[in-house]
DNA sequence: ATATATGCAAAGACTTTGCTATCGA
DNA sequence: TCGATAGCAAAGTCTTTGCATATAT
């Protein structure tokens, strides 16, 4: 995975390590949302030596960048996501699953939103942050009850 | 604030104690959106006894029990909100600050999310977790800088 | 009376940071 | 070369919890 060269943020440029760009790869071939913790974990397999430190400082930095997107998904981990374009995320609260909500022209209820919300309240709107929290089909099927009891 | 008797909650009778009716009282006469910590500031001075552990499980006592909400604004503190109607927040990524987008029915661009997303995932819906995040009046007026940088 | 809740302090979970060594451009 | 980054471990922030005491019903 290459990076444009010299990027900048806060005045500073930006190198590319193995460690950062092996981040990057990750996120960007998984179709999940994992923590901090379990970028750490699969990373620690092409580079065992990383620590979880220098995980947290990539992700963040990748995500100042704008090449991947913290999301929060209602819980006190902090996810990662290798999409950028604007989507959204449904969240199972019984089994924790977390899945992109797909849209295309025919289907963005979500677009309207900013202008509608930027007149109502004043605000400029830079950003929907959306969960959809319900049950999963899987959850449905199984009965499974809710994580939080 | 008084509370319904013989509630009870994972098979347990929930006892009122002044702790417990002295935070929602203060919750629900606040529009505001307090941290846990914001919230056992403002109850010490009624209650200067109270310690943050009581004030942490009562908050979860009150949310599972239905007569606040948890929320989450995309920072690592959970908020508190006094309103169980369902309704949505704008949080400015510049001086923190959350407010309450007022909702009636000519004005619900959320409501019919439910059915298209659940439609659209096959989730069974629950909730909808809205953050608006942008910019309030104010700071634009200031030209105030994100809290991030 | 007794099950539930409190206060306190310790522990837990998650994340950030200071420091020295290493590495990329 | 030399400024940016890594690894490590310690610290920080927010939240939860174990335990003995107090309290609501």
Do not use: W
Request: charged residues 30%.
């Amino acid at each position: 995975m290459e990076m444009p060269d010299q990027i900048r943020l806060q005045n500073k440029k930006i190198r590319m390590t193995s460690q950062r760009s092996t981040i990057l790869e990750v996120l960007k071939s998984l179709r999940t949302h994992p923590t901090a913790d379990q970028v750490y974990e699969i990373v620690k397999k092409r580079l065992p030596k990383i620590s979880i430190g220098t995980v947290y400082r990539n992700l963040d930095m990748l995500s100042r960048l704008g090449l991947i997107k913290k999301i929060n998904v209602g819980t006190p981990q902090m996810r990662f996501d290798g999409r950028t374009e604007e989507h959204y995320h449904v969240v199972c609260n019984r089994c924790g699953k977390v899945e992109d909500v797909e849209i295309n022209d025919d289907f963005d209820p979500f677009r309207k939103l900013h202008k509608a919300i930027s007149h109502r309240t004043g605000f400029e709107i830079k950003a929907l942050e959306i969960n959809m929290v319900g049950i999963c089909p899987d959850c449905v099927k199984r009965g499974n009850l809710p994580l939080e009891d």
